[in-house]
């Protein structure tokens, strides 16, 4: 990033941007889709955040560091676990999202929908 990376705002807001997989900018650098962020009336930097698909992915990385170890080895608890919480953080709405899963997750597209209707059955009840 060039610009103040030592500010207060720029430090507040680099854990969240981290997690989000997006990329921070100086204020000039900004495109219209990117969010700039001021500090008392002053732009201080700029957020580009990532497109869908890259934030899937930054997602399941995440995850697995959470888990400390690839999807694919955890149990199928933890693997419907998994999936509640990508399913909550809305990463079906993904185009090939469950397939991107499927993968991570080291089981059949035909298993993460098991898993979704499991839980919406569940939700039913």
Request: charged residues 25%; proline residues 5%; negative net charge.
């Amino acid at each position: 990033m060039t610009g103040p990376a030592d500010h207060p705002l720029v430090a507040a807001v680099k854990p969240l941007v981290d997690a989000m997989g997006a990329e921070l900018l100086g204020p000039g650098q900004a495109r219209a889709d990117d969010v700039v962020l001021a500090w008392e009336g002053e732009d201080v930097v700029a957020v580009r955040l990532p497109q869908l698909s890259e934030s899937l992915d930054h997602i399941l990385t995440a995850m697995e560091r959470r888990y400390g170890m690839p999807l694919a080895g955890l149990d199928r608890r933890a693997k419907q676990a998994v999936v509640r919480s990508l399913e909550a953080r809305g990463a079906f709405s993904v185009r090939h999202g469950v397939e991107t899963v499927a993968s991570a997750l080291g089981v059949s597209r035909f298993t993460v929908y098991n898993y979704l209707n499991r839980e919406k059955a569940a939700g039913e009840g």
